[in-house]
């Protein structure tokens, strides 16, 4: 094998689709039984960072993610752009169903190989050299070795495995709030389910004594006339990521899912019949692990929409950072976006490791720019590119903006 990517949410199909572009042969290693990560595991079904801010946003990130949202079309998705008149930002709307489905073609289409079902359990790593990966099935244990690999874990989990550094959360160590996804049906088209009026209801309900509920601020994510939506205010900040950790998160999460629909059917006009069909299926994560990289995209770099001779991505999403009670936004320039270089996507000490999507190296606020999916498509991408360039000898910045060039990437 030449490449291995571990996860396969946005940034691991994109590094392993960049990866195969480019000649090497791949295999992406995830333990969900499908592909998309938290566009599907938590149906966070709206993609951001496509596009910069402005009227008419400026599309910012193309390559691997174009090619899926080419794909999504080619399924009957539409996959268009639309402007929130609440925040003002572009996000791209998709049936996390579909986006399965898309996910599976995409790679086939590459010819880049996966396997569903399978956790990375443990590296070997000489002198900043990786080595393999022990992974685990219900049939038992194997390895897989390669030239070069990707994280793609959203946490950092192969850095952290092989012992790289990372930073958790800002100074005191509080990261921006997890949430848990809830489908919602019976909402009638026309009701008024923007954040002010939820948040009306949801305060009335805090007064009438409804427990657990938590933030007060947030989206029901519905596509224009849609009888349902995707709620994630239920909110909690997680510590750590340990099984006991999240076991009680999640068991939180549940009973703030079950209070904050109650107090929609009782506080939300329109909303009397609503109801919950789903959740999850598991916990979304904003803000784990971020890898201590050779270079770090910092606020100051996000906010002045910084150009670099060493970008190999763009990031066009102003910091949406979830905390408290509500969100706080920064915004970028209109039709602006800052390069990410290389080297955020490299640990530190490491020689055949590249990181990619929400663990990149960068600094907290300017991680609530990055962490978005077509930002994750965009560091992906560049990821899977300098994987086989590494695998295959001659990995330079030049050469991975030539590949990325090729492949119809922005840079
Ligand atoms: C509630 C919420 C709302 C959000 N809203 C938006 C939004 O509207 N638009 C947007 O663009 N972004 C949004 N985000 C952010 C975005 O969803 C994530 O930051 C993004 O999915 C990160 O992509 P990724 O590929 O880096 O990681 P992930 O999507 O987390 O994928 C990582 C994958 O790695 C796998 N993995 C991890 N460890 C292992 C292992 N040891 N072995 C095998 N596989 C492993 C996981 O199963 C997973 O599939 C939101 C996030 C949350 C939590």
Sequence with gaps: MDVAVAGGG??????????????????????????????????????????????PPTQVVKGV??????????????????????????????????????????MDDAGAAYLLHTSIIGVQVREGTLGLLRCVDDEGEYTVAAKSFVDATGDANLAHMAGCAYRWGDGDGATQLASLSVRIDRIPADC?????????????????GIPHLTKEWGLILREPGADYGYCTIPSIQVDALDAKSLTEAERNLRRQARSYVEAFRRFVPGMEHCRMVSS???IGLRETRRIVGEET???????????????????????EVHRGAGVEYTHMEDGSYFDIPLGALR?????????????ISCDQTAHASVRVMGTGFATGHAAGVAAALTADGRCDVASVRGELQNQDALI
């Design 65 to 106: 993610g174009e090619t899926v949202l080419q794909k999504l079309r080619a399924l009957g998705e539409k996959a268009a752009y639309a402007v929130s008149p609440v925040t003002g930002n572009a996000s791209i709307r998709f049936d996390p169903e579909v986006l399965k489905l898309a996910l599976d073609q995409v």
């Design 280 to 282: 999850g299926p598991g």
């Design 297 to 319: 995209v910092t606020y100051e770099d996000v906010v002045s929409c910084r150009k670099r001779p060493d970008s190999v991505a763009r990031g066009g999403w102003s910091p």
């Design 347 to 359: 640990p530190q000490g490491m020689k055949n490791l590249w990181c990619a999507g929400r663990c």
């Design 10 to 55: 946005s940034a691991g199909v994109a590094a392993a689709v960049g990866a195969a572009r480019a000649g090497a042969r791949v295999l992406l290693l995830e333990r969900s039984p499908y592909l998309g990560g938290q566009s599907t595991h938590s149906c966070v079904v709206a993609y951001c960072g496509f596009h910069s801010r402005g009227n």
């Design 192 to 208: 008024d389910t923007t954040p002010d009026t939820l948040k009306k209801g949801i305060l009335a309900a805090k007064a009438a």
